[in-house]
């Protein structure tokens, strides 16, 4: 085992039993109150309780980690407790009122099930909770925690069932890395993107159109124009074709792809206004529309590989409490991609789809970390094809020498997956991109191509995405920028700020220069102080570039020019100053105007 995995395990055994811990102080505050699950997660750490009568709020919290820290402070022991007697414990949890744990131990009582007590010095028991472990010896290494928020959350996460609360936590080895963390959380806040996206008149989501259902507003279009024809410039030259496809398709399409039996209670059907009408359903997913645009024709070997894209909206029915700004929602648009091959051509194309998804996420200042998702419990097609599909991108990966995680029974339905994991300006990773390897597919619909021998065999098929969902991965660059775009991407990308109105006119003439050199400008002439209006574009509006025009700079046909987060930079000729902002737009790059 690594150093990093084995650290990830203590920081995870470290965090569930400062989960137990949280739970017997709000028994100790709340001797009502009912437990269901806590375990640990990826940054943290959350307990459900059920206490009637009871609405935790930020008062809660302080009090209870004060009383985490008395128990903390009290030295106390974790021991592992075999259940003798599994019945009896189902009928104590239950006279206890502790139905939860009741109902967990009847699912789990043929598992050995043990519980977790907390002893003090004496060896009294001061609490028990219904658990597999692992967890520290005593309470001594917990040295770091913080209670961070109570949420709503239904039992084993079904609306039918009864809502708890959810209190958020996070623990860590040492006080320093949890003050990191907490400074990183801050930073997080500052740069949500539904915070900025109100700010910025970026986005909106309105109940009268449906949740999960997103309009961009003009400047988010216009950062989404960028990307777009970044994306369709990249992907010609990489030798893709473009294509566009229907919103919605019969449902026998769907049967014949496997959605249909592995995928229904994610898709949105079209009311039939008869009984004897055709059932159509909105599409979840392109791949379905490839292949047949794929079959459309006879296939040579010597056609392949044909790698097709598409920027394809599609629908998927996600619970309302899952959904969230531009991160989570049910319609988005996939920059999506479907490329047949045949088997000698797979890792050479998996290693050039990687290439792609390096040289984006490049110009976005992005690394990224990679997952390899293989077979769920509830696939489609032959366990051979599974392990064929597997070991190719195993190999694709370790041909390149490339270092992944392998995230066992992750992979979508119909085929495993390379999952790619973005790490954003603070240090949190995004899943974006991903690559699918699918044998099945290509069978279901019946696929083939001439092969040089003459006979007709089956292409193998790659889904693969390098931003994800547009919608997501704009929420994530929102994030990821706080709101201040590069030039090339901002909805404004230079601002012309005269100091009176006596200048307003020449600023005019080079609010227009800039325009018709295709530069997105934007003239502030309100009536405000030259400080205020320079502050306001730069720092509220955020824009890289302001021109100040006055006196001087009429006399000598210059402009002052100021740029975000560095201040005045210098005095240009307006030729000289849009000759720098075009290179800068053109390479996409970071400032070059200095």
């Not at 769920?376 to 094809?385: A, D, F, I, K």
């Not at 066992?408 to 990773?429: H, L, M, Q, S, V």
């Not at 400080?531 to 955020?542: S, T």
Request: hydrophobic residues 35%.
């Amino acid at each position: 085992m690594e150093d990093k995995d084995i650290k990830a395990q203590e920081l995870h055994t470290l965090r569930h039993s400062c989960s137990h811990i949280m739970a017997q102080a709000v028994q100790n505050l709340y001797p009502n109150a009912k437990l269901a699950i806590g375990p640990a997660i990826e940054n943290g750490f959350y307990y459900d309780f059920d206490i009637e009568g009871v609405t935790l709020n930020e008062d809660s919290l302080a009090d209870i980690e004060k009383e985490m820290k008395r128990l903390v402070d009290m030295d106390l022991r974790f021991e592992k407790y075999v259940i003798p007697d599994v019945e009896a414990q189902i009928q104590e949890f239950k006279n206890q009122g502790e139905i939860y744990k009741a109902e967990l131990l009847e699912e789990h009582k043929n598992d050995n099930p043990t519980l977790y007590l907390t002893k003090d010095k004496d060896g009294n028991v001061l609490f028990n909770d219904l658990c597999s472990g692992p967890h520290l010896e005593n309470t001594r290494k917990i040295k770091a925690f913080k209670l961070l928020s109570v949420a709503g959350a239904y039992w084993r996460g079904s609306e039918k069932n009864k809502m708890l609360q959810r209190i958020y936590a996070t623990a860590f080895a040492s006080k320093d890395e949890l003050k990191e963390y907490l400074t990183m959380l801050e930073e997080a806040k500052k740069r949500d993107h539904r915070k900025l996206g109100k700010e910025l008149d970026l986005f909106s989501v309105h109940d009268e159109i449906g949740a999960g259902l997103v309009l961009w507003h003009p400047n988010l279009a216009l950062v989404r124009e960028g990307i777009e024809n970044y994306w369709r410039e990249e992907h010609r030259k990489r030798g893709y074709v473009i294509v566009n496809t229907p919103h919605i398709a019969k449902s026998k399409l769907w049967e014949v792809s496997g959605h249909i039996d592995h995928y229904r209670e994610n898709m949105f059907f079209v009311q039939k206004e008869n009984e004897d009408d055709d059932q159509f359903i909105i599409k979840p997913m392109n791949c379905p529309f490839h292949i047949l645009i794929y079959s459309s024709q006879r296939r040579s070997y010597r056609d392949l590989p044909i790698r097709m894209a598409e920027l394809g909206t599609v629908y998927r029915k996600e619970k309302s409490g899952a959904l969230g700004g531009l991160t989570r929602v049910q319609g988005f648009t996939q920059d999506d991609s479907h490329i047949f091959c045949t088997p000698e051509q797979l890792v050479n194309e998996i290693n050039e789809i990687i290439d792609f998804i390096q040289d984006a996420m490049s110009i976005f200042n992005m690394s990224f970390e990679v997952e390899l998702s293989t077979r769920p419990e509830s696939y489609v097609g032959e366990l051979e094809n599974w392990e064929r599909a597997e070991a190719g991108l195993k190999e694709a990966m370790e041909k390149r020498g490339m270092k992944y995680e392998v995230n066992e029974g992750d992979g979508a339905f119909y085929g495993p997956k390379i999952d790619f994991k973005f790490k954003d300006a603070i240090g949190r990773t995004w899943q974006c991109a991903t690559i699918q390897l699918d044998f099945n597919l290509p069978e279901r619909f019946n696929l083939k191509y001439q092969d040089r021998d003459g006979e007709l065999k089956t292409p193998v098929m790659l889904h693969r995405v390098v931003f994800g969902s547009m919608e997501r991965f704009h929420g994530i660059l929102i994030e990821h920028y706080a709101g201040a775009f590069p030039a090339w991407l901002n909805p404004v990308q230079a601002a012309v700020v005269p100091i009176a109105d006596r200048h307003l006119e020449e600023a005019e003439k080079i609010f227009s220069e800039l325009k018709n050199r295709g530069i997105r400008a934007y003239l502030d002439d309100r009536s405000e102080s030259m400080n205020h209006k320079i502050r306001d574009c730069l720092q509220n509006k955020k824009i890289p570039y302001v021109l100040v025009l006055g006196d001087k700079e009429i006399e000598d046909g210059t402009v002052a020019v100021r740029a975000r987060g560095r201040g005045q930079i210098g005095i240009f000729k307006l030729e000289d100053f849009i000759e720098k902002l075009e290179g800068e737009i053109k390479t996409r790059g970071e400032s070059v105007v200095e």
